[in-house]
């Protein structure tokens, strides 16, 4: 049985374990257009002609400790299965708008689609509301639509958009940032 707890510590292997990448069949195209009267965002989903895959690279040494230090605030949760951690929310109170910010969101493959997420976000929903913060926020990118459908399904929708948030080349056809909260 899986088991959901506060999360006292995360190993590097463990983080790296989990924090792979994604692949997807499909994304969403991000529209943006600007004018004298208006500014808009449009989101539109397409399926792609070849599968996207993405590996996440950024767990080096100073994003790991940063990540290590988040989780001994008191706001992160592990899911684990006997001693093994399964799945992971690392998560951090932002005070200054009372917002729960999620750096880390993972289910181990094997262990997806059995309510592991939900259980780690409810946990999470209750230790921000205990703290009296209004919401919690995640981002993820264009290209993983899973993730998005899976946020969506958790209470969160999509509310923020950004077209340079990981280069100055991201529009139109690269990776774009979705922001999405959940209100408490």
Not at 55 to 83: H, K, M, N, P, W
Not at 139 to 147: D, G, K, L, P, S
Not at 155 to 170: L, Q, T
């Amino acid at each position: 049985m899986v088991v959901v707890k506060p999360l006292k510590q995360i190993p590097p292997d463990d983080l790296k374990r989990l924090v792979q990448g994604y692949s997807s069949d499909s994304k969403y195209l991000v529209h943006y257009s600007s004018g004298e009267e208006s500014i808009s965002f449009k989101l539109a989903i397409t399926r792609l002609e070849q599968t996207y895959r993405k590996r996440f690279t950024y767990l080096d040494e100073e994003t790991i400790e940063y990540c290590a230090g988040v989780v001994t605030q008191g706001y992160s949760f592990g899911a684990f299965d006997q001693q093994e951690l399964v799945g992971l929310l690392i998560a951090e109170p932002r005070w200054w708008n009372k917002d729960l910010w999620v750096w880390e969101f993972h289910v181990a493959a094997l262990y997806q689609r059995k309510g592991i997420g939900r259980r780690l976000i409810t946990n999470a929903v209750q230790k921000a509301e205990v703290a009296n913060l209004r919401s919690i926020t995640c981002e993820t990118q264009n290209t993983n639509v899973n993730a998005i459908q899976v946020y969506r399904k958790l209470g969160f929708r999509i509310e923020g958009i950004d077209i340079s948030y990981y280069s100055n080349e991201d529009y139109p056809d690269g990776e774009i940032a979705i922001f999405m909260r959940r209100r408490i």
